[in-house]
């Protein structure tokens, strides 16, 4: 009932910043929170942030705070940006939506790639 589409990724320098963004469009009223996730290749998949509908509270992962800001607009389109970024920063990374305040993700969109280069 809920569909996550992501865009914004490609190839940046080593330094450099971009900004990700999760487009929402269905059942909305069912979200209680969004999420961004990252997969490197040979490495499971990795927690970055969160951030609630009601309150637009937000979490991070530490390897992240301080680099990442997650956020969303009226629209309910979920951004991350991103500065500072590095070359392990490279991965395949997903927004996710979950109806509960502690339960894992209940949708997740495509995934969109992120390059940093050296």
């Known amino acids: 009932q809920v569909q996550l589409v992501e865009s914004g990724g490609g190839l940046v320098q080593a330094g450099g910043s971009l900004r990700l963004s999760c487009a929402t469009s269905?059942?909305?009223?069912?979200?209680?929170?969004w999420g961004w996730f990252r997969q490197a290749p040979g490495k499971e998949r990795e927690f970055l942030a969160t951030?609630?509908?009601?309150?637009?509270?937000t979490t991070y992962a530490d390897s992240v705070k301080g680099r990442f800001t997650i956020s969303r607009d009226a629209k309910n389109t979920v951004y991350l940006r991103m500065n500072s970024l590095k070359p392990e920063d490279t991965a395949v990374y997903y927004c996710?939506?979950?109806?509960?305040?502690?339960?894992?993700?209940?949708?997740w969109g495509q995934g969109t790639q992120v390059t940093v280069s050296s």
């Open positions: 951030i609630t509908w009601s309150t637009a509270f």
């Open positions: 269905g059942r909305t009223s069912s979200i209680y929170k």
């Open positions: 996710g939506a979950s109806k509960t305040p502690v339960g894992e993700m209940d949708y």
